[in-house]
């Protein structure tokens, strides 16, 4: 399954182990969409995969992030390990730094989605703001925010 696949690149290529500032899942275009788009808007489409970012994303699970990141790990002096961490951390703790670097982790892993959609020679659609509100009806996670939607 196509899901699996992506599942396994996004793994296989992080920078860490630690806790992702993001989750993904696949569902499946059932009637619940097809009642809120266009007929026409979903032809071609059997599945998709949301993209949301958690809202409770703190600076310890960003923490954790780090320190199980292959960087991190590669380090074989302490010293050198907390002077990573340390700058890791003052570097994205002002809050905007802090959004702003969530936000290019989900599209890191966004991006490892399309490169396997398109190696598969999958057909494809990135779904547009106005949309992902609608399909914020059906696709909930809790203290999270769905962000990006790719139909395939």
Request: charged content about 20%; proline content about 1%.
């Amino acid at each position: 399954m196509l899901f699996d696949e992506i599942q396994a690149k996004i793994w296989g290529l992080s920078a860490s182990a630690g806790a992702f500032p993001y989750t993904y899942i696949s569902f499946k275009i059932d009637e619940k969409f097809k009642a809120i788009f266009a007929e026409d808007y979903l032809v071609g489409y059997t599945q998709g995969i949301a993209f949301f970012l958690w809202e409770d994303y703190t600076l310890e699970e960003y923490r954790d992030y780090i320190i199980q990141s292959k960087e991190y790990l590669l380090m074989t002096d302490s010293c050198q390990q907390e002077q990573f961490l340390h700058q890791q951390i003052i570097k994205n703790s002002e809050q905007n730094a802090f959004v702003q670097w969530k936000h290019n982790q989900m599209y890191i892993a966004l991006g490892f989605a399309l490169n396997v959609i398109k190696s598969a020679g999958s057909h494809y659609k990135e779904v547009e703001m106005q949309d992902i509100t609608k399909f914020g009806q059906v696709l909930k996670i809790h203290n999270a925010v769905l962000r990006e939607i790719i139909l395939c």
